[in-house]
Nanobody, 118 residues
Framework: QVQLVESGGGLVQPGGALRLSCAAS????????MGWYRQAPGKERELVAR???????HYGDSVKGRFTISRDNANNTVNLQMRSLTLEDTAVYYC????????????WGQGTQVTVSS
């Protein structure tokens, strides 16, 4: 079993930045691959970014060049640095563990709200 706890969400103005963190506990194997997804109202959940234990990354097209995923293997945390935020980035952001560099795993956090508004 894996437990994921997100933090860092909030309200930010367009063009601003925000950093999300996800703390993982449980099976070490199951957190080899981790990632972030988001779901806006009325839309399907979509990939934001994924990262392997070795640091390989994969980003969704809408965030490339603006968001950066990183991880601290010693502390079992994965971070998402978000820059140049737009209204379209407003969503609930979910941490995910398991799967591969390309596919989501079965473990999900409870989600953290990110609202971009002026």
């Amino acid at each position: 079993q894996v437990q994921l706890v997100e933090s860092g969400g909030g309200l930010v103005q367009p063009g601003g930045a925000l950093r999300l963190s996800c703390a993982a506990s449980g099976s070490s194997f199951s957190i080899n691959n981790m990632g972030w997804y988001r779901q806006a109202p009325g839309k399907e959940r979509e990939l934001v970014a994924r990262i392997t234990r070795g640091g390989y990354t994969h980003y969704g097209d809408s965030v490339k060049g603006r968001f950066t995923i990183s991880r601290d293997n010693a502390n079992n945390t994965v971070n998402l640095q978000m820059r140049s935020l737009t209204l379209e980035d407003t969503a609930v952001y979910y941490c995910n563990a398991g799967g591969s560099l390309w596919d989501a795993g079965t473990y999900w956090g409870q989600g953290t709200q990110v609202t971009v508004s002026s």
